[in-house]
């Protein structure tokens, strides 16, 4: 849920600690690119999360390994997760991105405002952001299949 609905990478996913999810915004430093980022979370989200943290302690990783005593798990086992999850309900051809990708695809559909979601990803242009949700081979197809001489 992290990942569709605060479109992180799942680098900075896997960083989170309880305390950091506690106040309704994430404060993160992205691993990539090494800015401070702020990141309000939406309603959907932060009761999500009420349940899923409640139990746990501030220090805890929201995504703990059950190797050692307080790691969060590797960036290859949330891949992991997320192909066997995919597949348990047909859906093939899927990684980490996937989250992010998704995020940027619904809001792009739903809202069309490329510009602030090439703000959202630190996109250097609006093509790059629409090549990266996958608009561009949206419409290809689009344009192929809807195409009649």
Not at 17 to 41: C, F, P, S, W, Y
């Amino acid at each position: 849920m992290i990942g569709f609905y605060t479109a992180l990478r799942i680098s900075d996913i896997l960083k989170l600690k309880v305390r950091d999810v506690k106040t309704g915004k994430l404060n993160i430093r992205e691993q990539k690119t090494g800015k401070q980022k702020l990141v309000a979370m939406n309603p959907q989200l932060i009761s999500a999360l009420r349940g899923y943290t409640e139990k746990k302690k501030d220090g805890e990783y929201l995504i703990k390994s059950r190797e050692g005593t307080n790691r969060p798990i590797t960036r290859q086992q949330a891949c992991n997760i997320v192909k066997i999850i995919c597949e348990d309900f047909g859906i093939y051809n899927v990684g980490t991105h996937t989250m992010r990708k998704t995020f940027g695809y619904h809001y792009y559909k739903k809202t069309k405002n490329i510009a602030l979601l090439q703000l959202m990803y630190n996109h250097t242009h609006p093509s790059v952001t629409l090549r990266y949700i996958g608009i561009t081979s949206d419409n290809i197809d689009s344009a192929i299949v809807g195409f009649k001489y």
